[in-house]
């Protein structure tokens, strides 16, 4: 190998690290935005987002808190939230982003009041949702196209399940279940189900753990 070889060969790796670097730098996400919105006369929460990876967790006070991670801090990215009609609705801000190097990433993290007994519609379409239940709500929907869902669940529950996906696996902590290995629906707990819980995915795993 000739020394202009070898001086070249060193140059491409040098430009392969600094556009991995700058690639790297360019999609990490940091938080940008922090909503709060009363609970008042909220009877549905619906979350509707595309690509983004939704972390829906139980609050720690009696709003719904909604966090925003994105790799470009800017206004018309932020979720649009409607309260109309006793229903909140939580979705995508504008998406826009054709450049190289200018693609936006984000994640979501929906926090919920243990009080709210009520309905949680969560959606998105390329992301994972990953759900820890919040104490009261007691229906709860989580659905992605091709994504995974995880949920939490605390041990003692009475609830009546509807799951699916079409190429996944399913993994639950409980015995009843169908013969069918990509659909189950079962009741679980003792006495009356207090909470219907839906979880449907395509390409997707499914899976459910009691702490």
Do not use: H
Request: proline fraction near 2%; charge should be positive; glycine fraction near 4%.
């Amino acid at each position: 190998m000739t020394a202009f070889m070898r001086k070249t060969s060193v140059c491409a790796v040098c430009i392969c690290f600094a556009v991995t670097a700058y690639c790297q730098k360019s999609w990490e996400t940091v938080p940008v935005n922090v909503q709060e919105i009363s609970l008042e006369s909220i009877t549905e929460i619906d979350v509707s987002f595309n690509q983004e990876n939704i972390s829906v967790l139980q609050g720690t006070t009696d709003k719904i808190v909604v966090k925003e991670y994105r790799n470009k801090d800017d206004k018309k990215f932020f979720a649009k939230i409607i309260n109309a009609d006793n229903k909140l609705s939580i979705k995508r801000g504008s998406w826009l982003s054709w450049r190289l190097f200018s693609i936006v990433y984000s994640r979501i993290e929906i926090y919920i009041p243990a009080t709210y007994k009520n309905v949680v519609n969560i959606r998105t379409t390329n992301g994972n949702i990953a759900c820890t239940l919040a104490e009261n709500a007691e229906n709860v929907l989580l659905t992605t196209t091709s994504g995974n869902i995880s949920l939490d669940l605390p041990k003692d529950i009475a609830a009546s399940f509807s799951i699916k996906t079409v190429s996944g696996k399913l993994s639950t902590p409980f015995s009843e279940k169908l013969s069918d290995s990509k659909s189950q629906q079962f009741v679980t707990g003792e006495g009356k189900p207090n909470k219907n819980i839906a979880l449907k995915t395509v390409s997707g795993n499914i899976d459910i753990k009691q702490k």
